[in-house]
């Protein structure tokens, strides 16, 4: 799934070790802008330091994430990931001039040519 939104805010990273060792989590809050309706979105970067790095307050992104929602006792809890980001062109980027097409050659004498016995079955 993506979006695009501009980053609203940077949270502090969560540090930790587990038993598959160590790992960092940082959530960016991310200001989704639908016609007159805005929306922010919390996505959480996992041992991705280098990528929030990157990331300017106030700037527009394309985001690309994963959803993923699970049962706890009784109660169910959504994980916004990301996975892949990047910052959204101002301007669409002009296409190349395309060059000058030589003339079509005139079709070959047989393409025209009736044919003299039409012996298909169809």
Do not use: H
Request: hydrophobic fraction near 35%; charged fraction near 25%; glycine fraction near 4%.
């Amino acid at each position: 799934m993506e979006f695009e939104g501009t980053v609203f805010t940077i949270l502090p990273a969560t540090k930790g070790t587990s038993a598959r060792g160590e790992w960092q989590r940082q959530d960016v809050v991310f200001d989704m802008n639908e016609g007159s309706f805005s929306r922010k979105i919390c996505v959480t970067f996992f041992n991705k330091p280098e990528d929030v790095a990157r990331l300017q307050q106030g700037a527009a992104y394309t985001v690309s994430v994963n959803v993923e929602s699970r049962e706890y006792n009784g109660r169910w809890y959504t994980d916004i990931r990301a996975w892949r980001i990047q910052p959204k062109q101002a301007e669409a980027p002009q296409a190349a001039p395309v060059p000058d097409m030589p003339p079509f050659a005139e079709e070959p004498s047989y393409a025209s040519a009736p044919a003299e016995v039409d012996d298909l079955p169809f």
